[in-house]
């Protein structure tokens, strides 16, 4: 579980997987998401932030105002 100090990020998957290759199809599953205008909140770290970054044409990134 997430302590209140660690960064967390929000990911919104904004167009279908259908039609890519299977590793990126894999990398959305990966970080559960499922259809679109589904929102996760993940742990800011280097592996998701290049999860991000493979896929970054299906997802976006939601940014909240600190």
């Known amino acids: 579980m997430a302590k209140k100090t ?3 990020i929000k ?3 904004v167009k279908s997987g259908i039609g890519y290759n299977r590793s ?3 990398v959305l599953r ?3 998401l499922r259809r679109i205008r589904h929102v996760v909140e993940r742990l800011d770290t280097p592996a ?3 999860m ?3 896929i970054s ?3 976006e990134v939601i ?3 600190s």
């Open 63 to 65: 940014e909240e105002p």
């Open 24 to 26: 990126q199809r894999e």
């Open 30 to 32: 990966s970080l559960g």
């Open 11 to 13: 990911i919104r998957q």
């Open 48 to 50: 998701v932030r290049g």
């Open 57 to 59: 044409h299906l997802v």
């Open 52 to 54: 991000v970054s493979k």
């Open 6 to 8: 660690e960064k967390m």
